[in-house]
C-alpha cells in the first residue's frame, strides 16, 4: 500500500526531545526527509529527564540528514504558532505531522488537582488538535499531507467490571488518549476529499524509553521487580511505521487506529519484527 517517496519532505514531530518522538525524528532523517523536531527541553539538563531537542538534532545532522529544533510549550497556542512559523520559515513547507508530545500525570478523577486534570487535556488532545488546524490548510494547498497522532493503549480502559482491586492513576490519561482517537477519525472525515490522511498509531506492546521509565522509576516503589520481557528497548518500530503511513495513499489509509506492527503489516507487507530490539 506505499505509494510514494518521502525523500525531501518535511515533517514536525512533537515530543522529540526523548523517547518515541526522538526516534521517530532519526528514523524520518535517515529515509531523506526534513525534520522539524519540537519540545520543551532544548539542552541536557534544562529537564529532570535525560533527552534534549540538541540531542535529537545533533545526532541526526552528524549522520548526514536534516533537522532543525523548536522549543515549544504546547500549553500555550502562541508557541505552537511559533512552532509552525519556525518549520515554514526552516523548510518552506510541511508534509507531515506527527503529534506525538504528550504528558502522563499520575492521579484519580477524584485526587488528582484540576490544574493537571485539564493541563493533561490541553497538551495531549488540544494541542495536537491546534497543530493540525494551522496544518490543514497549508496541506490542502500543496495537495495532500499526513497527520499522524500517537495514541497509547490506555485509550481502552480496564474494561467492564466488577474489579478485585482498585485500579488507580490511569483514567485521566486514558481519557485523553480516547478522545485523541475519536478526533482522528471525526477529522480524517472531514478531510476526506483533500488528500489529508489522518491517523493514530500506539505502540503494540510498551516501549521502556524516555518518560515511561523516569514515571515508573519515580511512581513505582516496585520498579526493581517489574518484568519488562517483551517490552520494546526503543521507538524505532514508530517511526517505521510512521513513515509507512505518511508515505500511503492518503485517501485509502485514513482514519485509522493502527498499532506498530498492525500498520507495518498491513501498508508496508512486514511480517517480521524480530529486529526490533525487546527486553
Excluded at 534544562?46 to 533537522?67: C, H, K, Y
Excluded at 500549553?75 to 504528558?103: F, K, P, T
Aim: hydrophobic share 45%; aromatic share 6%.
Amino acid at each position: 500500500m506505499t505509494t510514494g517517496s518521502l525523500q525531501g519532505k518535511v515533517a514536525i514531530v512533537t515530543g522529540a526531545s526523548r523517547g518515541i518522538g526522538a526516534d521517530i525524528a532519526a528514523v524520518f532523517a535517515k529515509a531523506g526527509m526534513k525534520v522539524v523536531a519540537a519540545a520543551r527541553t532544548v539542552n541536557e539538563g534544562d529537564f529532570r529527564v535525560p533527552g534534549s531537542l540538541s540531542t535529537t538534532v545533533e545526532a541526526i545532522n552528524a549522520s548526514g540528514g536534516q533537522a532543525v529544533a523548536v522549543k515549544c510549550d504546547l500549553s500555550r497556542e502562541d508557541e505552537i504558532e511559533a512552532l509552525w512559523q519556525a518549520a515554514l520559515d526552516a523548510y518552506g513547507a510541511v508534509d507531515v505531522v506527527v503529534n506525538n508530545a504528550g504528558i502522563l500525570v499520575p492521579g484519580t478523577i477524584e485526587k488528582m488537582s484540576w490544574r493537571h486534570f485539564q493541563l493533561n487535556f490541553t497538551v495531549n488532545v488540544a494541542a495536537p488538535a491546534y497543530l493540525s488546524r494551522l496544518a490543514i490548510p497549508h496541506m490542502r494547498e500543496r495537495g495532500g499531507g499526513a497527520i499522524i497522532n500517537i495514541s497509547s493503549g490506555a485509550s481502552r480502559g480496564p474494561g467492564a467490571g466488577p474489579y478485585k482491586a482498585a485500579i488507580n492513576n490511569g483514567t485521566p490519561y486514558g481519557l485523553s488518549k480516547a478522545a485523541l482517537e475519536r478526533m482522528t477519525q471525526g477529522m480524517a472525515a472531514e478531510l476526506c476529499e483533500d488528500n489529508i490522511s489522518v491517523n493514530t498509531l500506539s505502540p503494540s506492546t510498551q516501549i521502556w524509553v524516555g518518560g515511561t521509565v523516569y514515571v515508573a522509576q519515580t511512581q513505582r516503589p516496585d520498579f526493581d521487580k517489574i518484568d519488562l520481557t517483551g517490552k520494546r528497548k526503543d521507538g524505532v518500530i514508530m517511526g517505521d511505521a510512521c513513515l509507512a503511513i505518511a508515505a500511503a495513499d492518503h485517501r485509502v489509509i485514513t482514519g485509522r487506529l493502527f498499532n506498530d506492527e498492525s500498520a507495518l503489516r498491513e501498508v508496508a507487507g512486514v511480517t517480521d519484527f524480530s529486529k526490533y530490539p525487546v527486553y
